[in-house]
């Protein structure tokens, strides 16, 4: 009880902490937006070309674009959020500070992280979905059931981004230069979580290996639970993600496991 | 009195240049004692920005034309945004951190010296990782170049030339504009990576691909559709969905002269707007 309430109290500072910052929230929505209108065009050109492309229709492809755009700052697409953060107090010694808190490590920043996404799903993802909708043909459902999906499946892949964060942010303890881990992990978080493409538009079995990677878990899935697209149905793509969840926090536990013994040896 | 008024300001420019050459030289210097780290950031540069190109072959295979161009032809205008939205971001990429410096309070220091505060602005954490992406965007256009088997005379190698110069110059005046938008508000350095970002993945695309409005508005409020559309329809031989008069395709000097203009009176503007935060 003492743990859930501490927890919340972390979560909602997080989230306030994001709501401080209106204006740059604001300049926030107005890039999404702009890069969903171009993103949206050349999607248009593709699906003129190829109507059915990857099993979409256009009005699905453009759904999938605003849905990005939307999820780009909640689910940390491009890195960031509390990433470099932790990186930071890790080389700077901080983290010895945090260690010999009476509480945990990666639940309290799991909590930050949720706060913060809460956030920036209604602050930054609502407004470009819905100038989406009013510019384009989207292939939105009517049902309630499907959002509740759909909004459940948003937070398994806020879980499974901040999972994948920080695996890389403790990747820190190792190589202390920074740099170089959060552009890679930029990367591959762009790439294969269908940010640049729906993955299901890749070809071949490079594509149905995108699909199995912890990435596609951020955005493709919850996409396809939006879209009713995803293979074996809403709850399967939701199978998908919690398994992920749960590997990659554990291996989460495993490195920090690791990483804390060899925080000793370098006296903080 | 004239001649006097010239050659003064001729006289800053060009300390304003030596000036930046010298921050950018300590920069560079400082970055190469942390060897591995720069090949590592020019390598992460390089595939990052290769990105965009990625996914522009993999639609391609799916399909054989994008808005009617062929992947050469779409290759050939991703190379010329990418090398001079590269040169841009190269010299005067770190502009847009003006907002978090007039925050934390840095800005102040910045005004005590006797250097153009443009000047060091720009040369701020100057970074040669930043070629990654000018080698990438040569390479891509390397190969478009050798794709199209485009008649080579001296006009169109100039134009070539012309383009990825003005089109450079053109970029950099959206990060000073940028950059000077930030004195007025310091949070919102994210609204220009919607005209520096978003513009160069315009360009990227045939101006087909995109609606009427959109190109217009690239071509008359914010003059992208000069930095490459325009010059390389005409290399391309095709026609520009404006039906623009012929000589608009040769206006890029022009247009980028104009946005010097319009970037230094906004700096000028924005730096006289200053508040120090007071700390």
Request: aromatic content about 12%; some cysteine.
């Given at each position: 009880?003492?743990?859930?309430?501490?927890?919340?109290?972390?979560?909602?500072?997080?989230?306030?902490?994001?709501?401080?910052?209106?204006?740059?929230?604001?300049?926030?929505?107005?890039?999404?937006?702009?890069?969903?209108?171009?993103?949206?065009?050349?999607?248009?050109?593709?699906?003129?070309?190829?109507?059915?492309?990857?099993?979409?229709?256009?009005?699905?492809?453009?759904?999938?674009?605003?849905?990005?755009?939307?999820?780009?700052?909640?689910?940390?697409?491009?890195?960031?959020?509390?990433?470099?953060?932790?990186?930071?107090?890790?080389?700077?010694?901080?983290?010895?500070?945090?260690?010999?808190?009476?509480?945990?490590?990666?639940?309290?920043?799991?909590?930050?992280?949720?706060?913060?996404?809460?956030?920036?799903?209604?602050?930054?993802?609502?407004?470009?979905?819905?100038?989406?909708?009013?510019?384009?043909?989207l292939?939105?459902?009517?049902?309630?059931?499907?959002?509740?999906?759909?909004?459940?499946?948003?937070?398994?892949?806020?879980?499974?981004?901040?999972?994948?964060?920080?695996?890389?942010?403790?990747?820190?303890?190792?190589?202390?230069?920074?740099?170089?881990?959060?552009?890679?992990?930029t990367?591959?978080?762009?790439?294969?979580?269908?940010?640049?493409?729906?993955?299901?538009?890749?070809?071949?079995?490079?594509?149905?290996?995108?699909?199995?990677?912890?990435?596609?878990?951020?955005?493709?899935?919850?996409?396809?639970?939006?879209?009713?697209?995803?293979?074996?149905?809403?709850l399967?793509?939701?199978?998908?993600q919690?398994?992920?969840?749960?590997?990659?926090?554990?291996?989460?536990?495993?490195?920090?496991?690791?990483?804390?013994?060899?925080?000793?040896?370098?006296?903080? | 009195?004239?001649?006097?008024?010239?050659?003064?300001?001729?006289?800053?420019?060009?300390?304003?240049?030596?000036?930046?050459?010298?921050?950018?030289?300590?920069?560079?210097?400082?970055?190469?004692?942390?060897?591995?780290?720069?090949?590592?950031?020019?390598?992460?540069?390089?595939?990052?920005?290769?990105?965009?190109?990625?996914?522009?072959?993999?639609?391609?295979?799916?399909?054989?034309?994008?808005?009617?161009?062929?992947?050469?032809?779409?290759?050939?205008?991703?190379?010329?945004?990418?090398?001079?939205?590269?040169?841009?971001?190269?010299?005067?990429?770190?502009?847009?951190?003006?907002?978090?410096?007039?925050?934390?309070?840095?800005?102040?220091?910045?005004?005590?010296?006797?250097?153009?505060v443009?000047?060091?602005v720009?040369?701020?954490?100057?970074?040669?990782?930043?070629?990654?992406?000018i080698?990438?965007?040569?390479?891509?256009?390397?190969?478009?170049?050798?794709?199209?088997?485009?008649?080579?005379?001296?006009?169109?190698?100039?134009?070539?030339?012309s383009m990825?110069?003005c089109?450079g110059?053109?970029?950099?005046?959206?990060?000073?504009?940028?950059?000077?938008?930030?004195?007025?508000?310091?949070?919102?350095?994210?609204?220009?990576?919607?005209?520096?970002?978003?513009?160069?993945?315009?360009?990227?695309?045939?101006?087909?691909?995109?609606?009427?409005?959109?190109?217009?508005?690239?071509?008359?409020?914010?003059?992208?559709?000069?930095?490459?559309?325009?010059?390389?329809?005409?290399?391309?031989?095709?026609?520009?969905?404006?039906?623009?008069?012929?000589?608009?395709?040769?206006?890029?000097?022009?247009?980028?002269?104009?946005?010097?203009?319009?970037?230094?009176?906004?700096?000028?503007?924005?730096?006289?707007?200053?508040?120090?935060t007071?700390?």
């Open positions: 009880m003492h743990l859930l309430r501490l927890n919340l109290a972390v979560a909602a500072s997080g989230f306030r902490r994001y709501a401080t910052y209106r204006v740059a929230t604001a300049a926030g929505v107005f890039t999404n937006t702009v890069f969903g209108f171009i993103l949206a065009y050349t999607f248009i050109a593709l699906w003129h070309e190829r109507p059915q492309l990857g099993g979409y229709g256009q009005s699905q492809a453009l759904t999938f674009v605003w849905t990005g755009q939307a999820l780009l700052a909640a689910a940390a697409l491009m890195g960031g959020g509390f990433q470099d953060e932790l990186h930071e107090r890790i080389r700077n010694g901080d983290i010895a500070v945090d260690l010999y808190r009476p509480v945990d490590l990666q639940l309290w920043w799991l909590a930050h992280d949720l706060g913060r996404a809460a956030f920036q799903l209604v602050g930054r993802g609502v407004v470009p979905m819905v100038a989406g909708a009013l510019v384009f043909d292939a939105l459902p009517a049902s309630p059931l499907v959002w509740a999906l759909f909004l459940l499946s948003v937070l398994l892949a806020v879980v499974v981004s901040f999972a994948v964060r920080y695996l890389w942010a403790l990747c820190g303890f190792w190589l202390l230069d920074s740099t170089g881990l959060s552009a890679l992990s990367l591959l978080s762009m790439f294969f979580s269908g940010m640049l493409l729906p993955l299901n538009v890749f070809p071949g079995e490079f594509g149905d290996v995108a699909r199995q990677l912890p990435w596609a878990a951020t955005l493709q899935v919850p996409a396809d639970v939006l879209l009713g697209t995803q293979p074996g149905g809403a399967a793509g939701l199978a998908f919690a398994v992920w969840a749960v590997v990659l926090l554990a291996a989460g536990r495993l490195l920090q496991a690791l990483a804390t013994r060899k925080v000793v040896v370098q006296g903080g | 009195m004239a001649a006097g008024r010239v050659r003064k300001v001729l006289g800053r420019a060009v300390w304003g240049v030596r000036a930046y050459g010298f921050i950018a030289a300590m920069w560079i210097r400082s970055s190469w004692a942390y060897r591995a780290s720069f090949w590592m950031m020019l390598a992460a540069n390089f595939a990052t920005t290769a990105l965009d190109f990625v996914a522009i072959m993999l639609m391609f295979s799916q399909v054989d034309a994008l808005g009617g161009f062929s992947l050469p032809e779409v290759a050939f205008l991703y190379g010329t945004a990418c090398v001079a939205f590269g040169l841009a971001d190269l010299i005067l990429g770190t502009a847009e951190r003006v907002g978090r410096r007039v925050r934390d309070g840095t800005m102040d220091v910045l005004l005590t010296r006797p250097v153009p443009l000047s060091q720009a040369a701020d954490r100057f970074a040669l990782r930043r070629l990654g992406r080698l990438q965007g040569t390479l891509v256009l390397g190969w478009a170049l050798t794709r199209l088997e485009l008649d080579w005379t001296a006009g169109r190698v100039a134009l070539l030339v990825l110069l089109g110059v053109i970029f950099g005046c959206l990060f000073v504009v940028g950059g000077a938008f930030q004195f007025w508000a310091q949070d919102a350095a994210e609204v220009q990576n919607a005209f520096t970002y978003g513009g160069t993945t315009v360009l990227q695309y045939p101006p087909t691909v995109f609606g009427k409005e959109l190109v217009r508005g690239v071509t008359f409020v914010v003059p992208l559709a000069f930095v490459n559309w325009l010059p390389a329809l005409r290399m391309l031989g095709r026609d520009d969905p404006l039906g623009l008069p012929g000589w608009a395709d040769l206006a890029a000097p022009a247009v980028a002269l104009v946005c010097c203009l319009v970037a230094g009176l906004v700096w000028r503007a924005g730096l006289r707007a200053y508040r120090s007071g700390n």
